[in-house]
């Protein structure tokens, strides 16, 4: 019911902020010339789009309409991007039904890995989302050149090299703004001073939320306090060359996380990048772009600090993910032909460790090295071109072939608490230890594009990407007993890399005042990396519906995805988009864990005035059926099947003089129940955690521009 009343709402909705505009339209011809009015065009929120399969937003230019938690809980308003909600911060992205390392996150060309084994911090969580000048949404397989592996996609933040004048300039912004579910409170700044020969950018941000409310009202434990702050300086000596220093810090304290069995009192990520671009013009080597990086994550949970616990054992586990890395990026001029080359590397280093105690002062005993000191370098080599065949075709190829290394530091040292190690684990679920690993992996992509007329282009393309297993799927060493009912979660030291084929084809199709587009895809994956229960399977050692092991299988993932956007008028516009998503194990003839349903979002805007914008959305889901529930007989990930939904937003934003915005709105505004299909694990038992969304939820926004 909920669902059709949202649907109902939007089109009312609709209908009413329609007839305004559309009555505009109509003959006027009796009235004065000097009554005509011309209203200004209208420039909303969207994601700019080139190829189908590619999206990019500019929040310095538009901000979000609506408030968001963090980069995950923004990455949804991306279409074809959903995400897994564990508590109000950390929303994990999921595109294609692929997340975590089966997407490249990237600020600038550095990544960023998290540092917390139950993932309450995945890469997205750390980007400051409105200090970025732009935010570009790769889906599927669509460059070599976007790094190691990435089968599932890319999402790639950047700042653009400012434009300056002789003469010294300042400009910027600053936004503060409040959401009454959850009492957030919100403020950013960005400043940006400089020549055309030198220039300082400064990014500020802070949030607070507190617990918010569902539909029902039921109070979810997902408060948090975030700061971050970001500082670059750079010279351009020349018109032709850029460099910068980058400097970043992010800090995420005392995070709520419902159903988890721990929350996260502290999160702290610095990073610190350089980059240096140069354009030659002429000669073999055209352009070059350098970049090199350094991340640092600390990271901390526990049971007891932010939560009341009243029996042992008191546990708590810091642990710490650094990263460093970089690239050199050239164009050549080979016969006339532009090639692009890459030469990539980046190096994780993981480390976790459980401790445990009799109460909350003096838990000092160490129970389990979760990431036993994991070291995963990736060394890459790419090239891409793009070959023009005719005045309408376009044929694009790459190849990059990567080299992986991997080495255990303490895979040997033995737990306080139990006396086991980390091979003890590895020995007893899988008869294997650690060893150090190499892997070569290539991969390779082709996409031939062809104009069919002025409006309307074809593509299709055929790839080949190779992902290898991250530092969990290698090497977790969840310690939770042996036993027959035991509910370890140990990772796989010999797991096969996941090897994804895929076929893809589209169009993108518009007129003056329209634009529709659509892709289809097919990727089958051999040894794709099976998050399942300890069955018994073959090279499973152990049979306990309650442990979590890795295994490689083959899988199918398909999907359709729709976007369109309508100028109905010169103020008034209408956008959708729609993506469904089909997974399967191969092996085994039965539903991937962890699929999104269908779903989508419906949008209209309408300029009113010049100073006057008015809004609604509805964000939907239809039912997910094809889930995987039964440990003993499957993987057991999916909570259960998911009901439809439909949610509405609504807003406005007024502009009472050039540089100052003031916005409100209503999100969910029928305050329905409803929770995303994908689902969350508890590391301190085999449960999975769905999580409701919030529920109605009135906020304001005040925006200055300088």
């Known amino acids: ?84 909600r564990f508590g109000g911060h950390g929303l994990e992205p999921v595109i294609r039904g692929q997340s975590q390392n089966q997407l490249n996150i990237t600020a600038n060309g550095a990544t960023t890995y998290g540092a917390c084994p139950n993932r309450m911090d995945p890469p997205s969580s750390y980007a400051a989302i409105e200090s970025y000048d732009r935010i570009k949404v790769v889906r599927g397989y669509q460059s070599v050149l976007n790094g190691p592996g990435a089968p599932g996609g890319a999402v790639i933040l950047s700042h653009d090299k400012p434009e300056l004048g002789e003469t010294l300039t300042a400009r910027g912004s600053a936004a503060a703004g409040y959401d009454g579910n959850g009492v957030t409170r919100s403020a950013d700044a960005y400043v940006l001073t400089g020549t055309q020969d030198a220039y300082a950018r400064l990014t500020l941000g802070l949030k607070d939320a507190e617990n918010y409310e569902d539909g029902d009202g039921n109070s979810v434990r997902s408060s948090f306090s975030e700061r971050q702050a970001g500082f670059t300086l750079g010279v351009t000596p020349g018109n032709n060359t850029h460099i910068r220093l980058s400097y970043a810090y992010h800090d995420v304290e005392d995070a709520l996380f419902p159903g988890a069995g721990m929350d996260s009192p502290t999160a702290e990520t610095r990073s610190y990048s350089a980059g240096l671009e140069h354009e030659f013009g002429t000669g073999i080597v055209r352009r070059i772009d350098v970049t090199a990086y350094a991340t640092q994550v600390d990271h901390v949970m526990d049971n007891f600090s932010l939560r009341t616990r009243l029996a042992a054992p008191f546990a708590r586990v810091p642990s710490e993910s650094d990263t460093i890395g970089g690239s050199v990026k050239a164009d050549l001029d080979i016969g006339g032909q532009i090639v692009q080359t890459a030469i990539d590397y980046r190096r994780n280093n993981r480390e976790a460790i459980r401790s445990v105690g009799p109460n909350a002062g003096a838990v000092t005993r160490t129970q389990a090295f979760l990431w036993p000191d994991i070291t995963i370098a990736e060394l890459g ?5 793009s070959l023009t065949l005719g005045e309408r075709t376009m044929l694009t190829t790459g190849a990059r072939i990567d080299r992986v290394t991997v080495d255990y530091g303490r895979p040997n040292e033995r737990a306080q608490m139990t006396g086991r190690t980390a091979n003890d684990l590895y020995r007893a679920f899988y008869g294997v230890t650690a060893s150090d690993q190499t892997e070569t992996n290539v991969s390779a992509l082709a996409r ?51 090897k ?8 993108l199709t518009g007129g003056m005042d329209w634009q529709v587009s659509a892709t289809a895809y097919a990727n089958l994956v051999d040894d794709y990396i099976l998050r399942d229960a300890a069955r018994g399977q073959d090279g ?18 398909a999907g359709l995805e729709l976007a369109g956007e309508w100028a109905m008028s010169d103020s008034l516009s209408l956008r959708a988009d729609a993506a469904y998503t089909y997974g399967e194990d191969r092996d085994a003839d039965r539903a991937l864990p962890q699929i999104p349903p269908l779903q989508g979002a419906l949008h209209l805007d309408w300029q009113t005035t010049e100073w006057l914008e008015l809004g609604a959305s509805t964000r939907f889901a239809a039912r997910q059926t094809r889930v995987d529930t039964n440990a003993t007989t499957a993987t057991g990930r999916d909570v259960g099947k998911t009901g439809g939904y439909a949610a509405l937003d609504m807003r406005a934003a007024v502009t009472p003089v050039d540089g100052v915005e003031l916005s409100a709105g209503v999100t969910n505004l029928l305050d329905a129940t409803y929770a995303n299909h994908l689902n969350r694990s508890n590391i301190s038992d085999p449960t999975e955690v769905r999580v409701n969304e919030p529920g109605r939820s009135v906020f304001v926004r005040g925006r200055i521009t300088f």
């Open 500 to 507: 994804h084929h895929q076929v893809e084809a589209g169009m």
């Open 381 to 385: 080599f790419a090239a891409e071109t």
């Open 1 to 84: 019911m909920q669902t059709k009343l949202a649907f109902a709402a939007c089109l009312l909705s609709t209908t009413a902020l329609a007839a305004p505009a559309l009555a505009q339209q109509q003959d006027t011809s009796s009235a004065p010339a000097a009554a005509d009015v011309t209203l200004p065009a209208i420039s909303v929120y969207a994601p700019r789009m080139s190829l189908p399969a590619e999206s990019e937003t500019r929040p310095q230019e538009t901000p979000a309409p609506t408030p968001h938690s963090d980069g995950g809980d923004f990455l949804r308003s991306v279409p074809g991007v959903t995400a897994g």
């Open 448 to 498: 031939l594009e062809y104009d069919l007329t002025d409006d309307t282009a074809l593509f299709g393309s055929i790839s080949r990407s190779v992902r290898t297993a991250d530092a969990t799927e290698r090497g977790l060493a969840n310690d939770q007993g042996l036993g027959a009912n035991n509910s370890s979660w140990v990772g796989n030291p010999e797991i096969d890399p996941e």
């Open 540 to 557: 499973i050692l152990i049979t306990s519906a309650n442990a979590d092991i890795y295994r490689n299988i083959d899988a199918l993932l």
